[in-house]
RNA sequence: GCCCAGAUGGCGGAAUUGGUAGACGCGCUAGACUCAAAAUCUUGUAUUCGCAAGGAUGUGCAGGUUCGAUUCCUGUUCUGGGCACCA
């Protein structure tokens, strides 16, 4: 009987499916396994070969795992948002569901055709609304959270809430910006719309703005890679910057984490070195410049706070928002032509550029130690997004900078000595500081240290932790996506409530992009005005009246009547600030009081202080009102450096009104009172009185403080509710769907806890590095969130990864160059890209090639880029198989070009007398995609051979991880293999010819060597060479023509993960009842697979001369004696005594003369 | 430019912990079977010198460590992946 792969798979696949065996249940007395594929992207080129690879090392794993009597949770799905099926609707008009749909089922089809063991019952599909609407749930857990730096860990915004009422924020700085700062009685006086900006700084998810790629000509946002030197790649039109409303994750508060987690898991040392970087963790300090005769001031992060000395210019990235503060007039031209010229470039032109460029802006900033002045620069290399937008140069300890210093003729300072050799920087620290003043002498690490110590007695900078990731841009202006849950009022972004979820993606007609930049659901306006719901539900923004008559509390004993108000605000809120005074006013400190009775019996120079008397929003110690003048007594509780920082904030804010402040310490009023009330005299004295308006002061306060965080839009003003017109990335989805596979189906949760508690982490996930730092920190992050909101219990999505190679798909293309086919630099060769099938090749597109020589020589060409041959093809321009290009000899002379190759061809016409034309080719291997026609279906190689070679062969190409190109023509050997096993069992002439005579040791110990080597193999993922050893075993069967039950039916059980279909029809007509997928694994016998001998290779002088058979468990001095007495050896030794003789036992023999 | 990885026969690759480089397969070579072809089986196949025995060279390139290096270290070239709106 022959083997008919086609029936034999056609019955497996009818019987798997009858009989429900892939079906896993969440209840099971078996230890759990969850191993778990990226799911795909249905794309509308189908599967390719590619595809496959992770999937069936999986599938393999999956049934070897199940073989071991795991529960073991395998599923599937689809990532079906994305950008790609929107773009083919604006093409073709059709609507990405129907394509989405058309292509899952592609994809369906094609898997189901590997004979994958997925328990399809457990499918998502990331475009379903029944899936989305946990998406979306979960982003309101983002929204609805902060991380609390103090725990590290996400709470509820409300906790935050009850906090900034308690305290402010003094003991959680605002991640969004850092020069927030208020306390309880401020944050009472905030109105909703302020206090609701503030917490966006906060939420996990929030909204802001950012810079897109803004393309007006087709009127939308453009990846960086659809922007090539400024212009859009399709159609070439300009490409400007543009700020725009924008969604983002918080995953910078998460970055601590997500590096520390990284320890937990099992990815590879490449893959987790890759995460860490793009995480970016880098210690230094943040360090205040002042500006020459301005008064504005910035800060620089750097690495290196022990090079300040060095410093020798200032660089502000080009989007600095003091560049046209500090320009000065001379230098305004110049810097304003730059600022253009780097508007057009993208972030990765700009990181790419090797040339330096950059402008001088006339400023100069002052030294913080020497005073010195610095110049001030602009370039490109310095980028808006990392740190501060703004470094201090230093060029002899880098390279940047030097090139810099160089490029420009700035003078550089030398404060490394003798290891700056002034033609390169010196960049590493083993060396001692000079022309450093306080720090000379001292390594650069013991410098850093005092550097930052002294910086902070003078309050100029402090240490500083700076990561290089930024957070997660989370909307797209697309349509094909998850829609936000989101509902705007009066600038206010409100969630949905859960029982609103989800919320349908609208149908819609065109896919052409909204107004002002907005996606396309900013055209549907029934969609976008929300009609049934009315504002009522809603809890609106208050206006703020203008109350407070109350000129003066009593107990103030102030007569300054003329004063018409005092907070421009709520009712309730005004109450909370008096209330908050009041209670100040009840509990002074003792030096408070102190000055309090001296102030209030002296009533210095007849002017009068108040108590506690709020302005705006600040309560100050003590103040005059009529002189703008402040008091404060810093308690202990003033040397917290967030509370330095506020009150630098509070004393900033208060200058800009006109008010001055005093401070003094506790002690200083303890040891003499009377010189303070000098110096405050001697203020008031000074002073020249201006009438106060509370009410534009306190207007002011909550414009600029309140204001100060991220300027949110008004959508929704006027008391509108308004839809969010945004939708989610593509890695929306993708960032929890392992969660969703383990309770598909739930309609109250996204997953239940019991089913999250039984599967928890996924034990292995199979995907490429493609993936290193996108998708996988976005799911990293979401487990993490998940978890500390008590919603799953465990913090890390995946225990292993296991990385898998791309198939890339080989291009080959064909020119017609005539007779003398040797191009030069700038010859064009026309060509056509095709698909080599079996059939011949099939066109894909023409088109020209232009050799350019600038940059690369042409041989250099030939030999890296482009493997270029000839071939032959009959006058239907097919293939004439065998003479296809690969046998050329191309690699022992590097030095051959493609003339002398030609000229070793016998070759004499244009075409040869069976119609055969000789033709130019050549071939790159880049990735599959379809507009490159090199897609490889797998439906096309099952057909041929079978599904079971096709996953042997995949698996057979070379090891998992490695990128490699398909070549459809080595399939033909794992093919000739599953005959050979299938012969074992059925003869072509005799039938069934399986034994039941007893084994010998020999059959006995090829079997056990194999189950050893396949186990292995199958656990470290090396399914390549547990291929290898199917044929060994297969081969040495048939050496010793064995066909005995005892051997070939472990061989069968052995096999059913590689080659499932085949091993199930064996099973069966081996007589076994049930499906061999729930078979067991077979065991190996350690007694079978020992050796007791070693055929030692001997070597002498580590030149292996001879070889030896020793007993493992001869002794060392016999060996030593018999290796000396050969004959070869003796040759070998030339009468000279060894040195001595290593001997490694089991391994070799090493005698050195 | 930055980060990560890789480079071994004509080709895909093997060598698991520093210990016989090239397992297994493709292709090719010669042969058996056949009218013939396919299929199958057998033989050889890194390069080079040699009739042979045997020797020399050889894991991108240049060095280093070691009795011994494809494996470890330094430098370098090329290729692939990623670089934040492809997923």
């Known amino acids: 009987m022959e083997y008919n792969f086609q029936s034999i798979e056609r019955d ?59 529960n073991v949770l395998h599923p599937m799905g689809f990532d079906a948002f994305g950008l790609p099926a929107e773009q083919y609707a604006i093409e073709t008009g059709q609507h990405p569901v129907d394509t989405t749909d058309k292509n899952i089922k592609r994809y369906h089809e094609q898997l189901d055709n590997i004979g994958f063991c997925y328990d399809w019952s457990r499918e998502v599909r990331t475009s379903d609304k ?16 902060f991380l609390d730096r103090k725990l590290q860990k996400a709470v509820p915004i409300s906790t935050l809430i009850d906090t900034f009422e308690k305290e402010g924020n003094i003991h959680h700085p605002c991640p969004g910006d850092a020069s927030i700062h208020f306390d309880a009685f401020v944050w009472k006086t905030f109105t909703e719309k302020e206090q609701q900006d503030i917490l966006m700084n906060y939420r996990l998810a929030f909204c802001g703005f950012g810079e897109v790629n803004w393309c007006e000509a087709l009127g939308t946002v453009l990846a960086n890679d659809e922007v090539v030197n400024g212009v859009s790649e399709r159609g070439g039109h300009p490409v400007v910057k543009k700020k725009l409303r924008q969604w983002y994750l918080r995953i910078t508060e998460y970055a601590d984490r997500l590096l520390q987690g990284l320890e937990t898991v099992d990815f590879s040392e490449a893959m987790k070195e890759m995460q860490r970087n793009w995480i970016g963790k880098s210690v230094g300090a943040q360090i205040m410049f002042k500006v020459h005769n301005s008064p504005y001031s910035f800060e620089v992060f750097t690495t290196r706070p022990d090079t300040i000395f060095g410093v020798d210019f200032m660089v502000l990235a080009p989007e600095h928002e003091l560049v046209t503060e500090i320009t000065t007039a001379e230098q305004q031209a110049k810097v304003q032509e730059y600022i253009t010229f780097v508007k057009s470039r993208s972030e990765r032109e700009r990181m790419q550029e090797k040339k330096i460029s950059g402008c001088f802006t006339g400023a100069y900033a002052i030294h913080p130690f020497s005073g010195k002045e610095i110049p001030v620069w602009i370039s490109e290399y310095v980028l808006a997004g990392y740190g501060t937008g703004a470094i201090m140069a230093v060029p002899c300890g880098d390279e940047r900078d030097h090139k810099f210093a160089q490029h420009f003729n700035i003078p550089i300072t030398n404060i490394i000595g003798e290891k700056y050799n002034g033609e390169e920087a010196y960049a590493e620290k083993d060396f001692t500081l000079v022309n450093s003043d306080f720090i000379n002498g001292l390594a650069p690490k013991e410098a850093g240290t005092k550097v930052i110590d002294k910086m902070l007695d003078e309050k100029i900078g402090e240490a500083k932790v700076n990561f290089k990731m930024r957070d997660a841009a989370f909307s797209r202006q697309r349509y094909w996506g998850e829609p936000f849950p989101i509902k705007w009022v009066n600038g206010i972004a409100y969630p949905l409530s859960e029982h609103e979820l989800p919320l349908e993606l609208p149908h819609v007609d065109k896919y052409g992009p909204g107004p002002d930049g907005e996606g396309p659901l900013a055209n549907i306006e029934e969609w976008v005005n929300i009609p049934d719901l009315t504002s009522d539900n809603i809890k609106k923004d208050s206006a703020i009246p203008d109350l407070t008559p109350n000129p003066s509390p009593l107990e103030r004993g102030t007569n300054d009547s003329q004063t018409s108000g005092y907070i421009n605000s709520s009712v309730e809120e005004w109450r909370s600030t008096i209330q908050f005074a009041k209670q100040n006013r009840k509990e002074p400190t003792t030096e408070e009081d102190k000055i309090w009775q001296a102030l209030r019996n002296r009533n210095v120079d007849g002017f009068k202080f108040r108590r506690q008397h709020p302005i705006a929003g600040f309560i100050p110690d003590f103040v005059c009102l009529e002189k703008k003048l402040i008091v404060e007594i810093d308690g202990g509780y003033h040397n917290d450096h967030e509370q330095i920082k506020f009150d630098k904030a509070r004393e900033e804010w208060l200058a800009e ?26 203020e008031l004295s000074l002073k020249i009185t201006e009438p106060i308006n509370h009410n534009e002061l306190n207007q002011t306060f909550h414009e600029e403080l309140a ?45 239940d806890r019991a089913a999250t508690d039984y599967w928890n982490q996924v034990d292995i996930y199979i995907g490429g590095t493609e993936h290193a730092v996108g998708h996988l920190l976005y799911s990293r992050m979401w487990t993490k969130a998940l978890y500390d909101l008590g919603h799953i219990g465990f913090d890390e999505p995946f225990k292993k990864l296991v990385n898998q190679g791309m198939i890339q798909g080989q291009s080959y293309y064909i020119g017609t160059l005539g007779l003398n086919p040797i191009p030069q630099n700038d010859t064009i060769i026309s060509y056509s890209s095709f698909t080599q099938t079996t059939d011949g090749p099939i066109i894909g597109k023409t088109g020209n090639i232009t050799l350019n020589g600038t940059d690369r020589s042409i041989n250099s060409y030939y030999n890296s880029r482009l493997k270029y ?27 051959e070009n493609i003339e002398t190759i030609i000229a070793n061809t016998n070759w004499e016409s244009n075409r040869t007398e069976s119609g055969e034309e000789f033709i130019y080719c050549g071939s790159e291997v880049e990735k599959m995609s379809k507009s490159k026609y090199n897609v490889v279906n797998p439906d096309d190689i099952i057909a041929q051979y079978g599904a079971d070679t096709f996953r042997m062969y995949e698996m057979f190409l070379g090891p998992l991880d490695v990128s490699k190109p398909w070549d459809t023509k080595g399939i033909e050997g794992v093919h000739r293999f599953l005959r050979k096993f299938w012969r074992m069992y059925n ?39 547990a291929v290898s050893q199917f044929m060994i075993a297969a081969n040495e069967l048939n050496d010793v023509n064995c066909h ?89 030794l ?3 005594a060894p040195k001595k003789i290593i001997f490694v036992k089991g391994k070799m023999i090493n005698v050195v003369i």
């Open 130 to 145: 029944k899936y989305y609407k946990w998406t979306q749930w979960i982003f309101l857990q983002l929204f609805n959270s």
């Open 987 to 1025: 003869d072509e002439q005799k039938g069934w010819v399986v034994s039941d005579e007893a084994p010998t040791e020999a059959e006995l110990k090829i079997l056990h060597k194999t189950i050893k080597k396949i186990e292995q193999d199958t656990e470290r993922f090396s399914f390549n060479t």
């Open 1044 to 1132: 005995k039950r005892a051997i070939l039916e472990p061989l069968v059980q052995l096999i059913t993960p590689y080659a499932p279909h085949i091993a199930e029809e064996l099973w069966q007509q081996l007589g076994n009842q049930g499906s061999v997928v729930a078979a067991a694994f077979p065991q190996w016998d350690e007694k079978h697979t020992t050796e007791n001998s070693k055929l030692y290779p001997v070597a002498v002088n580590g030149k292996t001369r001879t070889e030896l058979e020793f007993a493992l468990d001869a002794s060392q001095a016999d060996i030593e004696q018999i290796v000396l007495n050969n004959e070869i050896v003796q040759k070998w």
């Open 707 to 751: 204001g100060a965080g991220t300027p949110l839009p008004g959508r929704g003003a006027g008391g509108e509710v308004k839809r969010e017109t945004n939708t989610m990335p593509g890695y929306a989805g993708s960032s929890w769907y392992f969660l969703r596979y383990m309770d598909p189906n739930n309609e109250h949760t996204f997953a």
């Open 869 to 895: 041959g000839y071939m032959f093809v009959d006058s239907k321009n097919r293939l004439t198989k065998s003479k296809f290009i690969e046998q050329l000899k191309f690699g022992d002379n590097k030095e």
């Open 657 to 682: 009104q006109g008010f001055s402040m005093l401070r003094f310490t506790n002690e200083e009023v303890n040891q003499d009172l009377n010189t303070i009330i000098d110096r405050i005299a001697k």
């Open 12 to 70: 497996a696949k009818k019987k798997w499916k009858e009989n429900d065996v892939y079906k896993v249940s969440n209840n099971s007395d078996k230890p759990k396994f969850y191993i778990l594929d990226m799911f795909p992207y249905p794309s509308g080129a189908g599967l390719h070969v590619g595809h496959p690879l992770g999937y069936i090392a999986s599938d393999i794993y999956a049934r070897y795992k199940r073989m071991k009597g795991f």
């Open 1134 to 1136: 030339e009468g000279k």
